[in-house]
């Protein structure tokens, strides 16, 4: 069941492998611990999606926007998140803005139609567990998630010269900074982030301690099968193993969720020095 995962892995390492020009970037895609995690051991089709929208971003950047956005469209059909990439990849290709929505609604709208009349199927689309999320947290009833979004969108407007790769890492830092997020969520943005961060090695060490702040906040989730749950297959004695939610709460009477807050603030500091670091960087190339 899992052989299509590793097809769709494939695809993506070798993408960033021609988009980066490096066999390294390639090589790491593939054998680092937190694609094996979120790829084969939580075991969701996420990745099939990321494989479609990094495709659709290597298919405009050579200058195929018809096929870019029909395979765009094809990863809005299967999972509904590529819809917060669209206006950065319309705005890449505003010229034949209207076409391109067209040739990324063909497959979606196609997708719907067996259930076009359904009650059920529209509930379920619009109450959206991601929508949800997105909207939480908020300052002054304000969605912080919106606010941010709007401005990365403004500085595509007014910068013609920033990469896409660059807003959607932007995006990714937004996202894991402001959104109570599912694991299998991350990997939405985790090849952006490497073909954002490859050949800046002042990146390497912030966004590595970011990776672990957002390991440390996926252990402490109350769910056993974010942990070592999954090794259930390889001994039933897993099961009767403690959670790390678990052994903080009722072992070391912390407070999980205490711990989890504080991590995202560290999480947020995190992601404003490395914008900051990479504008600077960014600032210097332009220079």
């Known amino acids: 069941m899992k052989i299509p995962y590793l097809v769709a892995d494939f695809g993506i390492g070798l993408i960033l492998g021609k988009l980066t020009g490096s066999k390294k970037v390639f090589y790491f895609w593939l054998l680092n611990p937190l694609s094996f995690?979120?790829?084969?051991?939580l075991g969701n089709f996420d990745v099939v999606v990321a494989l479609t929208s990094l495709l659709a971003f290597f298919l405009i950047e050579r200058k195929k926007d018809?096929?870019?956005f029909l395979v765009l469209g094809l990863g809005v059909a299967l999972k509904l998140y590529p819809v917060l990439f669209l206006p950065f990849f319309i705005w890449r290709s505003k010229k034949n803005w209207l076409k391109n929505l067209i040739y990324l609604g063909l497959?979606?709208?196609?997708?719907?139609?067996?259930w076009i009349r359904s009650k059920e199927f529209w509930e379920a689309f619009s109450g959206?567990?991601?929508?949800?999320k997105l909207l939480e947290l908020r300052v002054w009833s304000v969605p912080v998630f919106l606010v941010g979004y709007l401005i990365i969108l403004v500085r595509q407007m007014l910068d013609p010269k920033i990469s896409l790769a660059s807003l959607i890492f932007y995006l990714g830092l937004l996202f894991v900074s402001t959104v109570h997020f599912h694991p299998q969520w991350l990997l939405w943005f985790?090849?952006?982030?490497?073909l954002a961060i490859y050949n800046k090695k002042q990146l390497w060490l912030p966004a590595g301690l970011l990776a672990l702040g957002l390991i440390k906040i996926i252990m402490l989730f109350d769910d056993q099968f974010l942990?070592?749950?999954?090794?259930?297959?390889?001994d039933g004695e897993?099961?009767?193993?403690?959670?790390?939610?678990?052994l903080l709460r009722l072992r070391f009477l912390l407070n999980p969720g205490g711990i989890q807050d504080k991590v995202f603030w560290i999480i947020r500091l995190l992601s404003l020095i490395i914008l900051g670091l990479n504008e600077k960087s960014r600032l210097s190339a332009d220079n």
């Open 37 to 41: 995690y979120l790829i084969y051991i």
């Open 107 to 114: 497959i979606p709208i196609l997708s719907i139609i067996p």
């Open 238 to 246: 897993f099961a009767l193993l403690t959670t790390p939610y678990n």
């Open 128 to 132: 959206s567990g991601l929508t949800q």
């Open 66 to 68: 018809s096929w870019g």
């Open 227 to 234: 942990s070592w749950g999954h090794l259930v297959p390889v």
């Open 190 to 194: 985790y090849p952006w982030v490497i």
